[in-house]
């Protein structure tokens, strides 16, 4: 087709558009573009929301939005909210009178001292009595508090981030992460060879850079600019703050009905944007340790990365897999396991602030690291979130890994792993509990069908149990520790008192929480929670 046919059919269109549009006004012609434009761009706003929240959270978020709009109910609903605000902060508030906000006109020398001690008699009773917080046994003056206590006050001066001034703790901390890889399968052929890491501040500094890394990595190698993960819904909320500060969309899918992550719900979100998904060994609220061969597959067959939470289980699993106990595969000798992260500070028995990052190989974990150039400073380059570092707490865990040794770490678990039987067969024979799933490991969760359990853990507290307080389904935990071993029965005998007493006395007890765990577990509007949670944090300092 020539040159001259094309011009004439142009003008063909060109003449009969024309004689169609000038029915129109001009202003009308200009305004009806706009406005699909327009309404294009709030259409895709929509179903942008509803891919980020999902159609019911969507649909109850325009909803709530629209009652606020009604005159009154907004103020009354602020009213209400600030009403529970202010009974989560009440017992707070009266302890913070007389704090200081300045600094002593004098100093008071070595006789701080004295003002700590009198500080920390007035914290609540730990020993035996905490769900997991406290994982040494004996008291703060029993051998091994004493030689971390001695470690950390021996370091309380370095920072690793001095490599060539304190090189005592950056061969600590090569030696902690080296041993954690080992009893974590490096040294199983499955596992690459290269596995390696960092330590942090605790598990969830651990996550976050486990996140930061394997979207970073992913971009690399897929070139993927809008990362999303998939995480069951008993994984740890480090996952929820990872997905806040690195701007990666997360997807949170149901478990099964053994309260296992759900393989094939995470293989139905898993799409060209997936980074990462995420199994635990094991999962926090019920101490169930996930299919991570399953997962492992499926991050293998897809060429995505996959990252296991051992924090509890990193220094118990091993050493109750030696001991006997049927332990699911769970570390780096799974084909498909990119990066784990293990606390130090729980089971390992070190300092508060001790836990290991671990990836398979050096091209992933470099994704971890900052390195800027282009500083007045100087050139810097820092392996974690923190730029400097207690020395003193890497120099406090690998006093504690070293002076308990296998051996020790043995012995710790065989007494944690057969009180946690006992507490479990203890529940067990309660008729109005139930124990939530098969734990694999030292947590044991519960609830009731019959009986208010967060009733149930307000006269537990009032007993001086400090225990967690779960949800989908309303539960409570107790995460057993060497301080629980010598006192299991008396829990089971305050446990069935507590049960007794909400039995024959139904109803929330005069400053116990059940209303407010209650009341936010049947909130539609999980934004309303949200809030409730900002709030109280807000208020607190």
Known sequence: MDSSVLTSHFNNFRTAANSFLSQYEPLTLVLVPLFSLFLANVIRSFFSVIHD??????????????????????????????????????????????????????????SVLEKMSEEKRKDAVWQGKCSGTVYIGGSESSAHFSVINEACSMFAHTNPLHLDVFQSVVRFEAEVVAMTATLLGSKEKTSGGQICGNMTSGGTESILL??????????????????????????????????????????RVPVSKNFQADVKAIRRHINKNTVLIVGSSPGFPHGIVDPIEELGQLASNFGICFHVDLCLGGFVLPFARELGYHIPPYDFSV????????????????????????????????????AVTEWSGGLYVSPTIAGSRPGSLIAGAWAAMMSLGKAGYLENTKAIM????????????????????????????????????????????????????????????????LQHVPVIDDFIKDLKESVNTVKENPGPISGGLAPIYGAAGKMPDRGMVQELLVDFMDGTC
């Open 53 to 110: 929240k999902g159609l019911k959270a969507t649909v109850l978020g325009f909803f709530m939005s629209f009652i606020k709009l009604i005159p009154g109910v907004k103020s009354y609903i602020a009213a209400e909210k600030q009403k529970v605000v202010d009974k989560l902060q009440s017992d707070g508030k009266s302890k913070r009178d007389g704090w200081k906000t300045e600094l002593p006109s004098t100093g008071l020398g070595t």
């Open 210 to 251: 486990a996140v930061k890394s394997s979207r970073d990595y992913m971009k690399s190698k897929k070139g993927i600019t809008r990362p999303e993960m998939i995480i069951p819904e008993s994984g740890h909320s480090a996952y929820d703050k990872a997905a806040h500060y690195f701007n990666i969309k997360l997807w």
């Open 335 to 370: 084909k498909g396991v990119t990066s784990i992260s293990a606390d130090v500070h729980k089971y390992g028995l070190a300092p508060k602030g001790t836990s290991i990052v671990l990836y398979r190989n050096h091209e992933i974990r470099k994704h971890q690291f900052v």
């Open 418 to 481: 057969e009180g946690s039987k006992r507490l479990q067969k203890g529940i067990e024979e309660i008729p109005e509990l139930f124990i939530i799933g098969k734990p694999d490991m030292t947590i044991v969760a519960f609830g009731s069908n019959v009986l208010d359990i967060f009733e149930v853990n307000d006269i537990m507290s009032s007993k001086g149990w400090h225990l967690n307080a779960l949800q989908r389904p309303n539960s409570i935990h107790i995460c057993v520790t």
